[in-house]
T-cell receptor, first 113, second 110 residues
Framework: EAGVAQSPRYKIIEKRQSVAFWCNPI?????LYWYQQILGQGPKLLIQ????????DSQLPKDRFSAERLKGVDSTLKIQPAKLEDSAVYLC???????????FGQGTRLTVV | EDKVVQSPLSLVVHEGDTVTLNCSYE??????LLWYKQEKKAPTFLFML????IEKKSGRLSSILDKKELFSILNITATQTGDSAVYLC??????????FGAGTILRVKS
């Protein structure tokens, strides 16, 4: 079974630039999550989708972050404009249902300079 | 506010030692507690616990949940250098939102 795919693996951008991350969840997984993990901290949920609907985006900084999952499969997370404090690993995860364990992708390490 | 606290923050042991990692939580609408191992970037799933007092075991790793005292432990016996990683505890709350602790950094020396 293929795992959660993310790209790119690494990205370096200047502050005020924009960036986008892509995630393809495990086939058949209805629930998709985007997490932000700052160095030395645990992952923090940014947004959770159930199929193509948003379940929870309470911790998403909506003035600069946006995410979509148009066809209920893959998803993109965008930051525009980026700030220095956005430097982190962005992890995508998926689960079969809301009651099963989540599986994570390899993540994208973003460095904002 | 939902909170998950892990201890210790880090520890260093020698190969063959046994370690116990702790996770305590204060959340509303508890559904499950999960343990992940994180090497480099991707957390990999270890265990999901939903019932008190039932030990889950996988090789040298085991975990148990106490829903009355609101904590879980992860035990690793006969540690190996390959066990070196960050161990993350997460609590699943209503809607399967996962609230993570900061993690325990384990280093196993040969």
């Amino acid at each position: 079974e293929a795992g959660v795919a993310q790209s790119p693996r690494y990205k370096i951008i200047e502050k005020r630039q924009s960036v986008a991350f892509w995630c393809n969840p495990i086939s058949g997984h209805a629930t998709l999550y985007w997490y932000q993990q700052i160095l030395g901290q645990g992952p923090k949920l940014l947004i959770q989708f159930q199929n193509n609907g948003v379940v929870d985006d309470s911790q998403l900084p909506k003035d600069r972050f946006s995410a979509e999952r148009l066809k209920g499969v893959d998803s993109t997370l965008k930051i525009q404009p980026a700030k220095l404090e956005d430097s982190a690993v962005y992890l995508c995860a998926s689960s079969l249902t809301v009651n099963t364990e989540a599986f994570f992708g390899q993540g994208t390490r973003l460095t904002v300079v | 506010e939902d909170k998950v606290v892990q201890s210790p923050l880090s520890l260093v042991v020698h190969e063959g030692d046994t370690v116990t990692l702790n996770c305590s939580y204060e959340v509303t609408n508890f559904r499950s507690l999960l343990w992940y191992k994180q090497e480099k970037k991707a957390p990999t799933f270890l265990f999901m616990l939903t019932s008190s007092g039932i030990e889950k075991k996988s090789g040298r790793l085991s975990s148990i949940l106490d829903k009355k005292e609101l904590f879980s432990i992860l035990n690793i016996t006969a540690t190996q250098t390959g066990d070196s990683a960050v161990y993350l505890c997460a609590v699943g709350i209503y809607g399967n939102k996962l609230v993570f602790g900061a993690g325990t950094i384990l280093r196993v020396k040969s």
